[in-house]
């Protein structure tokens, strides 16, 4: 009987009103309580993005006070090899009397044996200082970029501890996650001409390597938006990587890589020379050209969302640049800058993203991904 009533009542028009009403109610209580919790999330995972990037924002600022170390040390580094080089000088007059080519023999058996080695302790400290030309490229400076990244993700609510990444586009293997600022020592011998003449190239640990025009593309950075890199997916060991164009460079379309030639190498006397020079360091500086140094932190917060305990996961990345970490540099301006996170880069990742591009489904979800930035 009651449900006699009912449907008589939702017949009339009073009754389709209170029906519409009750069903309006329920559909914008539905819509508010899914866009409260979609804000809430939102919230959320916008205090994790932003906590991340505050702590990779920390750590590429100390990266970037480094680097200004390294100049300020460059400057006893570089007094302490002139004044080498000055002792080298007045040794080596009577070996320049002796005909070619034998002067040049002569003159690096002089040098060698009139080194006084006055920078060596010099160079040793800040070596371990700043973690140059050691394993991984660990050193004091380096920990203490790592450890106010940790001191900065606790204060910013992160999960300790964070996982950070250090150069890893310009990275071999455990470089990246090990703390370093991609460092190394600049020899004497590397500043004898070259014979390449190809219009690209890069340095990576002391080593020129030339690229032609069929082997580089652009590196589709808005900041720069001339710059060229190794074809991502080229058979290169250093696909993806920045490279920079040669002054006077030619280019043939393509002759293949070429690396590390110098026209002198086979000289007897400019071989010693050149193995002399090698030996003697003059400051520190860039481990690639064009050089790589950049901070990055993969944090995760844990977050309550109603009655769900979540953890949520962003990934920041921080650029440092500069005009260059030479003595006479100390006085340029350093640029710190956040940037999108190129995974594809990262070396444990490259090869197998490399294979994956051969299977062409999955080469087309690849290259359509907004994760992998688009490969």
């Known amino acids: 009987m009651a449900f006699q009533k009912l449907r008589d009542f939702n ?5 389709q009103v209170l029906l519409a009403t009750l069903l309006f109610c329920f559909v914008f209580i539905a ?7 979609s804000g809430q999330a939102y919230i959320v995972k916008e205090e994790t993005r932003r906590a991340v990037n505050l702590t990779s924002l920390t750590g590429g600022a100390v990266y970037a006070n480094g ?6 040390a460059n400057i006893v580094i570089m007094g302490s090899a002139a004044f080498d ?4 000088a007045q040794s080596i007059g009577e070996a320049l009397l002796a005909p070619p080519p034998l002067d040049v023999a002569a003159v690096a058996l002089a040098a060698e044996k009139a080194d006084p080695h ?6 040793d400290i800040f070596a371990a200082v700043f973690g140059v030309d050691t394993p991984a490229g660990i050193g004091a400076y380096p920990a203490l970029i790592a450890g106010q990244a940790y ?3 606790n204060e910013n609510s992160l999960s300790l501890p964070p996982y950070n990444a250090y150069n890893y586009e310009t990275a071999k293997d455990i470089d990246a996650v090990a703390p370093n600022m991609a460092l190394r020592f600049r020899h004497a011998d590397e500043f004898l001409p070259d014979n390449n003449v190809a219009p690209y190239s890069l340095m990576h640990n002391g080593v020129r390597h030339y690229f032609y025009s069929d082997q580089v593309e652009s590196a589709d950075n808005p900041r720069h938006p001339k710059q060229m890199r190794v074809k991502k997916f080229s058979s290169s060991e250093f696909a993806g990587w920045w490279v920079r164009r040669e002054k006077g460079g030619l280019d043939d379309g393509g002759a293949g890589n070429l690396s590390g030639q110098n026209p002198f190498s086979k000289v007897t006397g400019i ?10 360091k003059l400051d520190i500086t860039d481990r690639d050209d064009p050089p790589c140094h950049s901070f990055t932190t993969l944090g995760n917060m844990k977050v309550k969302t109603g009655a769900q305990d979540k953890s949520l996961y962003e990934v920041g990345e921080v650029r440092v640049e500069t005009k260059g970490i030479s003595a006479w540099d100390t006085g340029k301006p350093f640029q710190i800058y956040l940037v999108k996170v190129n995974i594809d880069a990262f070396p444990v990742l490259r090869q197998s993203l490399q ?9 087309n979800i690849l290259q359509s991904s907004d994760i992998l930035n688009g490969l």
């Not at 680097?67 to 300020?72: H, K, M, N, P, S």
């Open 355 to 363: 294979t994956l591009r051969n299977i062409p489904v999955l080469n």
């Open 85 to 88: 080089a000055a002792v080298i």
């Open 67 to 72: 680097l200004q170390l390294v100049r300020e």
């Open 271 to 280: 071989g010693l020379l050149k193995k002399y020079l090698h030996q003697f």
């Open 151 to 153: 001191l900065t993700a």
């Open 11 to 15: 017949q009339n028009p009073l009754g």
């Open 118 to 123: 006055s920078r060596n302790p010099a160079q």
């Open 31 to 37: 819509l508010f309580l899914g866009l409260y919790k």
